[in-house]
Structures are given as C-alpha cells and as structure tokens.
C-alpha cells in the first residue's frame, strides 16, 4: 500500500505539471520527458529485489521468473523514453524520427509483458479447457481486430506517407496492444488461484491503462492532434508503474506460499473460495469473450447502413464472418466436451 500510495502521488504530480504547464517550453516538455522515464525506474527494482523473505526457499515454479519478466518490461518503457528525450533535449529535434532508435527498445516491452503474463498461471489446464480458452482468445482477438482495422489499423496503412519500416513500426504498437488485451481475457479466464487476483487486478489495470493510452496516441497521431506535453503523457508512466508493482506484488505472494503454512490455516484457505464464488466467477469468465460480438454487429450494421469507407468496411464484413465461423466451432466442441462429460457421469453412477 506505500507504493499504491507513493505511485499515486507521484503521478498526481505529474499531471499537475501537465495541466498547469509552468515554466518556459522547453523546460516543460523536459521535465514531462524525464518525469515519464523516471517513475517505472523507481518502481521496476522491486521487481528484482522486493518481496523474497530471507530463509525461505525458492519456488521452482516458472512463475518465479514473472516479475522480471515484468520488470524488463517496465525498464524496456523508460529506455525507450530516455532515447526519446535525448532526441528531444540533447540532440534538440523539433519532433524525433518515426521510426528512431527510442522505438525497438519501447517494443522490446511487449514480449516481456507477454511472456510474464503466460507464465502467470500456475496450474495446467486439460486439453478440452485449453482448446475452449484458445477459442475465447481468438474470438476476443477477432473482434479487437475488426475494430481496430476500422479505426486505426486501416487508417495507418491508408496513411503511408512514409517508409516500410516506418510503417512496419507504426504498425506493431497496435499488434502489440492486441495481444496484451488476449492475453490478460485468457488470464482471468483460467485463473483460479486466490493469492494470485491481486497480481491479476493490477496487472489489469496497468495494462487497461497502456492499451487506452496507445488508442489515444494512434487516433490522434493519425489526425494530427497529438503533441508532447499534454494530458496523455501521465498515461504510460501509471501503467508500467502498475506493472512492476503487479510483479512485486507476486514476489510477495511467492514468497509467502514458500513459508510453511499450518494445516488450520491450509483448510481455512482451502474453504475461503465458496462454491457460489466460483461458479459465478466460471460463468463471468466464460461469458466475458462473447461481450463483444453485438459490438461487432451494432459496427457491421453502422457500415452497411452509413459507412461509405470502401475496404474498411469489407475489412468489417470479414472480421464479422470469422467472429461466426469461431462462434460455431467453439460451439460445437463445447457440445463435444459436455457429451463426453455426461458419459463418464452415467457409467459413474
């Protein structure tokens, strides 16, 4: 709670600074530059230090690795920053290059985060639940991509306007953001470790935060309303704090499920989740990749109706299709599954 506080604080901070804008210009977007850098580096050291008691011994489970993972990500952000700033007030740019040197480094946080997020989950699932769960992602994906093709996806590449690595680029933050948004679904579908939800919470949050705040920057780079120094800024420092403190948060949570634990307590743990409590959260989760599709028919019917965007709205017809097509098959191995289930119950009773 004293790095909830001391991020929060921070961040107050920082967004008084942007809506007050004191000082001369360049001063301002300086500190801005520095302050976004600043904020993840004071946080992503808890990731590798924080939380492991002494005496206690290490899990051997790939989950110890998930706070470095997010950790390298959080530092991945304030590099890429740093670079940024450097372009901005050593190297005095007017506006750094698209692509620069700050952009693979701001990337190379995306397969952190990933990586940290699959290996969150520390129990497997079997082969029936992974195959429904890959079918929630990838109706979940299909959907987020229909929309973004219609809004930023489409629009970037219509843009051009520059070189194929610039395009490349421009298109990887969005990619990035999508994969984020899959994984952290498949994250809270499967997760049914009760010390883990508030690593799952924050790690919601923070991601929620990154992926909003990179909707805003494309939409508005694409239409010429973004610049260094406003509002949005305080957006990326908040999230990647938020990442590394879900790391340190699941260092602790590690560290304690390493202590000895005894059998009371073990069985009042045990007991804590009820059986209402987890069949509301299963049937939450398993409705969860289905909120999107009307979204998807309410934007399939804007187009026909009022859209006049040529392969844009085609984009949207095929994006509809497969949401269908996934639909039905999810459907018809949920059927499968349920008559096996049925079965091993008959010849049981």
Known sequence: WRSVGMIGAFNLLLLSWLVLKPGGHAVFVTVDNVVQSLGP????PLCFLGGQRSGAPRTASTQRWVPVLLGLGALCYAGGQIIFTIYGSVLHFASPPFASWADPVYLSAYPFLLLG???????????????RVALDGLMVMTAVVTFSWYFILGPTIAQGGGTLLASIVGLAYPLGDLVLIVCLLLLWSRLDE?????????LSGAMAIIVLTDTVYDYQNLHGGY????????????????????????RQALAARDLPTPAFARNKSEAGASPSAAGAQ????????????????????????VGNNGHYDVGVSVGAVLLI????????LTILENRRLYARLDAAY
């Open 41 to 44: 580096l004071l946080v992503a």
């Open 117 to 131: 997020i699959l290996l969150l989950p520390g129990r497997r699932l079997p082969i029936a639940s992974r195959a």
């Open 194 to 202: 009760p010390d883990l939800r508030p690593v799952v919470l924050l």
């Open 227 to 250: 610049a260094t120094g406003g509002s949005l800024d305080a957006g990326w420092p908040l999230g990647y704090m938020l990442v590394a403190l879900g790391g340190y948060t699941l």
């Open 282 to 305: 299963s049937l939450w989760s398993s409705l969860l990749p289905s909120a999107l599709v009307p979204a998807v028919g309410a934007l399939l019917l804007y187009t026909h109706i």
């Open 325 to 332: 097509a996934i639909i039905v098959l999810r459907q018809v």
